[in-house]
């Protein structure tokens, strides 16, 4: 086996990874099934199709299959600490990767759960960077590189947790188990952040200056949600926050992003919404997103269904629109879906957000700008918009410089814009005033927030910078 050509070898490998199994990074955020159960247990170990087995049979034929082993990852919390303690996602390696996914599960505390220790930064990069990174193993303890690496094991399975267990397996749960936002998330994001992007730099840039990683960022529902006897794990994340148990956490960076280091490998950043309880909190996303400097695409799933605390709802609107000029320059591709539930009953009249001062919501008007980038080619955007994000006031086109190179603009409304007026009416067959109990259940995904779309797909000059309704 050690006397193949580099050349036969390499024809094997792409011919097993083409027919082996294949990560669906689809479910990366399925981490928990009800009853505390992993949706995909695991052992560590690869599985016995991982290309990582064949990996390991020699130094050529780790050369071989490591572009296909590392070329989608899954990095949880735990992993993140592991990559960046033991030195094995070393530049070459990182090289390969083309889709990266990071689910981003928080511990419980202790001691339902193990805590995880970041680095500090003065101990980046690690002493196995500094020596021969060609000599290490495939990947530290035997673990797949093309294994999903799931998130659920950030739950360490040992025999000491044994003892919290009721003789059905399960944890239980205390009374007096802290809730979310005393249980310190907010650093824990910050240190995973920081450790994320302290990897990441030391990927190399390619010859032709292209980037070519896609990151994938998400908020998994929390594993204690998972306890309860439920149809599905949502449910008992959506009822606490209904009922007011827990409050919605909008994670910021807790620090200047400029002690980032720029990340010129990353070609697309996806920022998804998953939890019911869990968020970035908008300016987050622009902060993130600001350092990747070549960054081709940004796709934002966020949460604007902040409903008990409308100061706070206006403040993160104010800060997103003012933090959307961090975006670098060649973004190319621009959506965001910022959900928020529409109540059934058309009686309601929702106090408007607009601040007393302004005439417009100024989270649509920076958006206007915002589709106006020079190098823009398409721009989405679905939420409670009103029609300043369509430049339909004399003072905001005669300011306009059209679009010069937008192909596709596509404005969805909700039924309820910033000021409190409704768009449309919708068929009310059980009208209700709660936000949630419109198809209740299940993540907040799109189809849950109905839209009115405006879609222009053609290149915008300057004569077709005009609404035509």
């Known amino acids: 086996m050690d006397r193949l050509s580099i050349e036969i070898l390499s024809l094997i490998a792409a011919a097993a990874a083409s027919s082996g199994p294949q990560i669906d990074l689809s479910t990366v955020y399925d981490v928990w099934t009800l009853h505390d159960k992993p949706k995909f247990p695991g052992s560590g170990k690869p599985k016995e199709n991982s290309l990582a087995s064949c990996a390991a049979v020699s130094r050529d034929w780790q050369l071989a299959f490591e572009p296909f082993t590392f070329q989608t990852l899954v990095l949880s919390p735990k992993r993140i600490v592991q990559a960046e303690r033991q030195g094995y996602l070393t530049p070459r390696r990182l090289g390969y990767i083309r889709n990266l996914a990071v689910p981003i599960t928080f511990p419980l505390p202790w001691p339902w759960d193990v805590p995880i220790i970041f680095a500090q930064v003065g101990e980046w990069p690690p002493p196995s960077e500094s020596g021969d990174v060609e000599e290490q193993t495939t990947i530290e303890g035997g673990e797949s590189a093309d294994a999903p690496d799931p998130p659920w094991e950030d739950v360490e399975g040992s025999e000491e947790n044994d003892e919290d267990l009721d003789n059905d397996g399960y944890m239980d749960v205390e009374d007096d188990m802290q809730p979310p936002e005393e249980r310190g998330y907010d650093k824990l994001f910050t240190a995973i952040v920081r450790s994320l992007f302290r ?3 030391l990927a190399p840039v390619h010859e032709n200056g292209q980037p070519y990683i896609n990151l994938q960022l998400g908020f998994p529902v929390p594993r204690e949600y998972g306890w309860c006897f439920a149809k599905s794990i949502d449910e008992p994340e959506a009822e606490r926050l209904e009922v007011g148990w827990y409050n919605p956490l909008y994670l910021d960076l ?5 002690e980032l280091p720029n990340l010129p490998v990353i070609a697309s950043c996806s920022f998804d919404l998953v939890s019911w309880s869990l968020f970035f909190a908008p300016e987050t996303v622009c902060k993130i997103a600001s350092k990747m400097p070549r960054l081709r695409k940004v796709k934002m799933h966020l949460s604007d269904m902040e409903w008990r605390n409308p100061e706070l709802r206006v403040g993160l609107r104010e800060r997103f629109a003012s933090s959307l000029p961090l975006l670098p320059q ?30 417009h919501d100024l989270l649509s008007q920076a958006l206007f700008n915002f589709s106006q980038r020079e190098n823009l080619l398409r721009f989405s955007a679905k939420g409670s918009f009103d029609l300043n994000i369509l430049g339909t006031s004399e003072k905001t086109l005669a300011a306009s410089n059209g679009w010069p190179k937008l192909e596709t603009y596509d404005i969805g409304f909700l039924a309820i814009t910033p000021s409190g007026q409704w768009l449309a009416m919708a068929f009310t067959d059980t009208p209700n005033t709660d936000n949630f109990r419109d198809e209740r259940w299940g993540p907040p995904k799109a189809r849950l927030s109905q839209t009115m779309r405006i879609v222009w797909s053609a290149p915008l000059g300057e004569q077709h910078r005009t609404c035509p309704a």
């Open 330 to 359: 060649g973004v190319l591709d621009f959506e965001l879906q910022y959900s928020r539930r529409v109540p059934r009953d058309h009686s309601h009249a929702p106090a408007s957000i607009v601040p007393p001062d302004e005439k």
């Open 199 to 201: 990897i990441l730099k």
């Open 254 to 258: 807790g620090f200047n992003q400029d």
